[in-house]
């Protein structure tokens, strides 16, 4: 492995990334073939996994007490888990849920295996191998939401507000990167990343997050 931790990131980004063609949903949304059916289970999932992964993150700040650059990764993600549900309720109303629709929701157990398996690493992991194994697997989620919101937009005609939710994630964010980097190159430093089991780490957390998609798809 790359002995930098910008070298790192890099490279289990790279090595980790899917098979483009492994995602059955978002192909259908970007154009326009998803019925507003499947699009209102996407937002539906959501509203379980946003609050589940913020609870999730919060934890794992909580462990990092002895890593202050992992428990700041983990609060910021906490706190955009927050501003992302804050922009979930717009994109649910586009997609004609209502309020006792969402309250009669059976979740699908493999759009629920990633924020599940998000929790698990939150009781077992190391919070520096966490940090590599999830900043991998995130590179992956912006990239299809950026694609959700630009099909929404152009086939079904969702609104800016309607949108925002993916826009949210698929937005750069360098300080986020900038705290990912910091938080692992501690963990090179003081020996607590253990880059084989981050890997690992990283390599499930894709294959639930390919199990969400297709779940839906």
Known sequence: MPGTAAEMLKTTRSEL????????????????????????????EQHQVIPADRRAFLHLAQRASEEPAAAGFFTMLAEGEELAAERLGAFTEACEVDE??????????????????????????????????????????GTYCATI??????????????????????????????????????????????????????RLLQAYEAMFWSSLG
């Open 17 to 44: 990334a899917p098979n483009p063609n492994a995602n059955p949903l978002v192909p259908l949304v970007a154009s326009g073939r998803a019925s507003l059916e499947t699009l209102a289970a996407l937002a539906l």
């Open 100 to 141: 006792e629709r969402m309250q009669a929701y059976e979740p699908l157990p493999g759009c629920q295996a990633y924020p599940a398996y998000i929790s698990w690493l939150a009781l077992n992991a190391t919070p520096t191998d966490a940090v590599l194994a999830i900043t991998a697997n995130f590179a992956t989620w």
């Open 149 to 202: 919101a630009q099909g929404l937009r152009t086939h079904y005609g969702f609104t800016d507000e309607a949108c925002a939710f993916f826009d949210f994630f698929a937005e750069p964010a360098p300080a986020l990167e900038e705290q990912a980097t910091a938080a692992v190159q501690a963990g090179l430093d003081t020996g607590r990343l253990n880059t084989g089991l981050a890997y690992s780490y990283g």
